[in-house]
């Protein structure tokens, strides 16, 4: 089956509201506790693009599997040029390729828009993630030990980081 990554468009809201809300419940993979609804994905993804960031998703079949994008890294002027991706994929289209196509246009998008840095904030044990992004020249920056909490537990959050 052909994978297409393409821009988003707010008809993907709740699709990708859908594939985000497994990881908010069951993962570490975000730190966030309530998963949004497609409204409020939608304000994401304006907000994104306002920023002039890319939010793209990875189509199959018609169907929306993974989307990924880029946000500022920090609020403060200083960061301008350093930003911050995530990437999920519907949970049965995980070791296929598709987060590392995914990833690969952000970057390439952010590149384009004259970011120099990129930075993955990667929750608990989140290898596969980790594996992704080292294989794309990514390297580790830090290691936040029990910076998150999530399923009444702390939560390791590993830092890597790339030049774009």
């Given at each position: 089956m052909s994978v297409n990554v393409r821009e988003a468009v707010l008809e993907d809201a709740a699709a990708i509201a859908a594939i985000y809300r497994f990881y908010v419940l069951s993962s570490t993979s975000t730190m966030e506790l309530e998963p949004p609804d497609g409204v409020e994905m939608g304000r994401r993804m304006v907000e994104v693009r306002q920023r002039g960031l890319p939010f793209v998703v990875a189509e199959e079949e018609g169907e929306v599997v993974g989307y990924g994008y880029a946000t500022a890294f920090r609020p403060r002027a200083g960061y301008r040029f350093t930003v911050e991706d995530s990437i999920y994929l519907r949970a049965d289209c995980a070791g296929r390729g598709i987060g590392r196509r995914l990833?690969?246009?952000?970057?390439?998008?952010?590149?384009?828009?004259?970011?120099?840095?990129?930075?993955?904030?990667?929750?608990?044990?989140?290898?596969?993630?980790?594996?992704?992004?080292?294989?794309?020249?990514?390297?580790?920056?830090?290691?936040?030990?029990?910076?998150?909490?999530?399923?009444?537990?702390?939560?390791?959050?590993?830092?890597?980081?790339?030049?774009?």
């Open positions: 990833l690969e246009a952000v970057m390439q998008s952010c590149r384009g828009a004259g970011c120099r840095q990129m930075v993955a904030v990667i929750g608990g044990e989140n290898l596969s993630s980790v594996a992704m992004h080292r294989a794309l020249g990514f390297s580790q920056a830090g290691l936040l030990r029990s910076a998150g909490w999530k399923f009444e537990q702390p939560q390791d959050i590993t830092i890597l980081q790339c030049e774009l």
